[in-house]
T-cell receptor, first 111, second 113 residues
Framework: DVKVTQSSRYLVKRTGEKVFLECVQD?????MFWYRQDPGLGLRLIYF???????EKGDIPEGYSVSREKKERFSLILESASTNQTSMYLC??????????FGDGTRLSIL | DQQVKQNSPSLSVQEGRISILNCDYT??????FLWYKKYPAEGPTFLIS?????DKNEDGRFTVFLNKSAKHLSLHIVPSQPGDSAVYFC????????????FGGGTRLMVKP
């Protein structure tokens, strides 16, 4: 069974801090994704990666960056956290032609 | 501009009855459609999908219908059970490499015992 693990379930940070969200998958998937979920807006793609050290911007990349140094790990970085980045963050992994598998999410609050 | 829309934010249904969740999309190039279910404090889980070459796909109590001319898909749950209470997201695959999905805003389904 596919396991996508996000390092924190809840996180509280202050504005201006640099924030790291970590995601690990155990199925050797090429593709990994970061989304944020906000009420009424569904899931919006921030960044995705189709291979180690490869990344592409999604629909809302502003204020975020990512890192994929190893195939199983995909990190989302908030360079300077702001209150409008308070959200539920979801990581997913998958292969082309198959549904993506999601982690349980990190609820991030920026104060 | 949302390319995938779920116009009903919530739906309440009696146990044993049919639940119908709807989804509209704007881009006729989308070729693959999925439904995900999400419980509170958990990540979305894949429920059912349909390719654009089909107009119906069934899996147990769940059936997805695709109307390409109307750019509309729907998820039918029959019979509905209290354990089906969750937020349902429709999603479409963008037709380029990377398996990127575009999600609708979600519909919260409440099945009353």
């Amino acid at each position: 069974d596919v396991k996508v693990t996000q390092s924190s379930r809840y996180l509280v940070k202050r504005t201006g801090e640099k924030v790291f969200l970590e995601c690990v998958q155990d199925m050797d998937h090429e593709n990994m994704f970061w989304y944020r979920q906000d009420p009424g807006l569904g899931l919006r793609l921030i960044y995705f990666s189709y291979d180690v050290k490869m990344k592409e911007k999604g629909d809302i990349p502003e204020g975020y960056s990512v890192s994929r140094e190893k195939k199983e790990r995909f990190s989302l970085i908030l360079e300077s956290a702001s209150t409008n980045q308070t959200s539920m963050y979801l990581c997913a992994s998958g292969v082309y032609g198959q549904p993506q598998h999601f982690g349980d999410g990190t609820r991030l609050s920026i104060l | 501009d949302q390319q995938v829309k779920q116009n009903s934010p919530s739906l309440s249904v009696q146990e044993g009855r049919i639940s119908i969740l709807n989804c509209d999309y704007t881009n006729s190039m989308f070729d693959y459609f999925l439904w995900y279910k999400k419980y509170p404090a958990e990540g979305p889980t894949f429920l059912i999908s349909i390719s654009s070459i089909k107009d119906k796909n069934e899996d147990g109590r769940f059936t997805v219908f695709l109307n390409k001319s109307a750019k509309h898909l729907s998820l039918h749950i029959v019979p509905s059970q209290p354990g089906d209470s969750a937020v349902y997201f429709c999603a479409t695959r963008r037709t380029r490499a990377g398996n990127m999905l575009t999600f609708g805003g979600g519909t919260r389904l409440m099945v009353k015992p």
